[in-house]
């Protein structure tokens, strides 16, 4: 890593100041986004929390013992595939980039993938409490099984972060996705199909989340750099249309397969589902805006401020996705046959 850090990127080819929609490191402006990230952090932490409660709320449906906790441990285990994941995505959109800076961002991928073990263990832990089982024979029930392989898997992940070939940590990465989407389909119905739309899916939002999460932290180490920071964030919008439309034909499937109509509007599953589709309707909005602007301004100060928003709204779509792992499945309260 070149020891030209954020504050004292020099000017090269195709550089020019500091734009003036681009705060410099340090002051109010940081110290401001600091606070907007504890608070957001804070409230990620309380919908997690009381997400499954509040959603289950007159719906009739068996109360799941530890739901909060559990939809905050895979909020975490979520976030941890996210960033490393775009982590090991961004240096194919960054390398074609022109007159760029020779600096990278600080590597999150090793505490990520750390992080993720300790949600996978910390669920072990959780569900062997809730049954009454040893932490042994935890491991020999289904979601034990497959908690533990996740476990190991991101361990195994973390290693390869930490060695000279990062990207080896695509192989156990790939089974902790397959793993989660396997375990997140227990049902009788087509349980092979599900889990089959859930590993596209999964890694469609992942790419896309922590994707643009380095892409963004990029752009800020190069803000000496407006026209090697246009062409990143044109480069990951490009993939993203197409992340995008898996996103979008997965998840009508995957609907469609799981939430019976008529209970739409009175199941968990159905309610929180919809709150998931207004935060998309948001993150599609920003993500057009963002678009718009990169192909007519020059200078990618808006753009890079409405990429953050998408970001931010992103978050949400995580807690909340992680809220539709734990709230009951819907067709135990259709009336359709």
């Known amino acids: 890593m070149s020891s030209t850090g954020p504050g004292r990127s020099s000017p090269g080819p195709g550089t020019t100041a500091t734009p003036p929609g681009l705060p410099s490191a340090g002051g109010p402006p940081a110290e401001a986004a600091a606070i907007a990230l504890a608070a957001a952090g804070l409230l990620a932490l309380l ?42 995505l961004a240096p194919e959109l960054i390398r074609p980039v022109r007159s760029r800076p020779r600096t990278a961002v600080r590597s999150w991928s090793l505490y990520a993938a750390l992080a993720g073990a300790a949600a996978a263990a910390g669920q072990i832990v959780q569900l062997a409490a809730v049954s009454g089982l040893g932490i042994t024979e935890t491991y020999a029930t289904r979601d034990g099984g497959l908690l533990l392989l996740i476990a190991n898997g991101l361990v195994l992940a973390a290693l390869c972060a930490a060695s000279k070939r990062p990207a080896l940590a695509l192989a156990p990465l790939a089974v902790v996705i397959g793993a989660e989407a396997i375990r997140a389909h227990p049902e009788a119905y087509s349980p092979e199909i599900g889990a089959a739309l859930t590993v596209v899916h999964l890694t469609a939002a992942s790419l896309w989340t922590g994707g643009l999460l380095y892409v963004l932290r990029t752009m800020w180490l190069w803000r000496g750099s407006p026209v090697a920071a246009r062409a990143l964030l044109g480069r990951y919008a490009r993939l993203a249309i197409w992340l995008y439309v898996a996103l979008a034909a997965t998840g009508t499937a995957s609907t469609l397969r799981r939430l019976p109509l008529d209970v739409v509007f009175t199941s968990a599953y159905g309610r929180t589902l919809l709150v998931k589709l207004a935060l998309m309707a948001v993150v599609s909005a920003l993500a057009v805006a963002a678009r718009r602007r990169m192909l007519r301004d020059t200078d990618p100060a808006v753009a890079h401020r409405l990429a953050r928003r998408e970001q931010a709204v992103l978050g949400a779509v995580v807690v909340v996705s992680a809220l539709l792992t734990v709230v009951p499945d819907p067709h135990g309260i259709s009336m359709r046959p």
């Open 47 to 88: 919908i997690a929390l009381a997400g499954p409660g509040l959603a289950a709320r007159g719906t009739g449906e068996l109360r799941i013992p530890g739901a909060g906790l559990t939809a905050l441990l895979r909020t975490v285990l979520f976030t941890a595939l996210a960033v490393h994941l775009g982590e090991l």
